[in-house]
């Protein structure tokens, strides 16, 4: 059964930084795009990150320049190094693949950024 492991989360101040990482089990990673999304209180779950098979990586505009995606498939673990953090970014992050999340969800990783 393929599991998705998010850690890495937690309060940090604005303008500060967090690195995110999801573990996955089975052989999730070698066949999908991988993907981090977000889910903020009252809001619905959006998507932030894709990083391909391939390495390619794309951004929502929201965190463009901001956020890196990048995955070790040797470690079948994906990861979200976030900088330059805005209140605005606190949300429950998720991984999932891409372009679809076809996978069950996982606990998710807390991010809360203060003013």
């Known amino acids: 059964q393929v599991q998705l492991v998010e850690s890495g989360g937690g309060l940090v101040q604005a303008g500060g930084s967090l690195r995110l990482s999801c573990a996955a089990s089975g052989s999730i990673f070698s066949m999908n795009g991988m993907g981090w999304y977000r889910q903020a209180p009252g809001k619905q779950r959006e998507w932030v990150a894709v990083?391909?098979?391939?390495?390619?990586?794309n951004y929502a505009d929201s965190v463009k320049g901001r956020f890196t995606i990048s995955r070790d498939n040797a470690k079948n673990t994906v990861y979200l190094q976030m900088n330059s953090l805005k209140p605005e970014d606190t949300a429950v992050y998720y991984c999932?693949?891409?372009?679809?999340?076809?996978?069950?969800w996982g606990q998710g990783t807390q991010v809360t950024v203060s003013s």
């Open positions: 990083v391909t098979r391939g390495g390619s990586t």
């Open positions: 999932n693949t891409q372009p679809m999340a076809t996978v069950g």
